[in-house]
């Protein structure tokens, strides 16, 4: 079984930054796409970043040039560094995975966290 624990969420004014991780652990061959997601109150759930194994980002165009994705592969941990955050950035983050388990491609969720921007 893969697990995903995510952490770095909470409460923060306009403008400000926090950090979220998402730690993967369990049996598996490996990670081959690693994101993020959020989802605003009332809303569904959209893209904000993802990285592949290759290192390759994508991101979505609300956050460009505020949030960074990155990993660490030895830790099979992603990160999602974000910047002059916004009260619209509020949502929970859920964290997703796509790894390579007995040949086959699965995709896990972390059970989210909460960002909180208030103005």
């Known amino acids: 079984q893969v697990q995903l624990v995510e952490s770095g969420g909470g409460l923060v004014q306009a403008g400000g930054s926090l950090r979220l991780s998402c730690a993967a652990s369990g049996r598996f061959f490996s990670i081959n796409v690693m994101g993020w997601y959020r989802q605003p109150p009332g809303k569904q759930r959209d893209l904000v970043a993802t990285i592949t194994s290759g290192g390759s980002t994508n991101y979505a165009d609300s956050v460009k040039g505020r949030f960074t994705i990155s990993r660490d592969i030895a830790k099979n941990t992603v990160y999602l560094q974000m910047n002059s955050l916004k009260p619209e950035d509020t949502a929970v983050y859920y964290c997703?995975?796509?790894?390579?388990?007995?040949?086959?491609?699965?995709?896990?969720w972390g059970q989210g966290t909460q960002v909180t921007v208030s103005s």
């Open positions: 997703k995975v796509i790894v390579l388990k007995d040949r086959r491609s699965v995709e896990v």
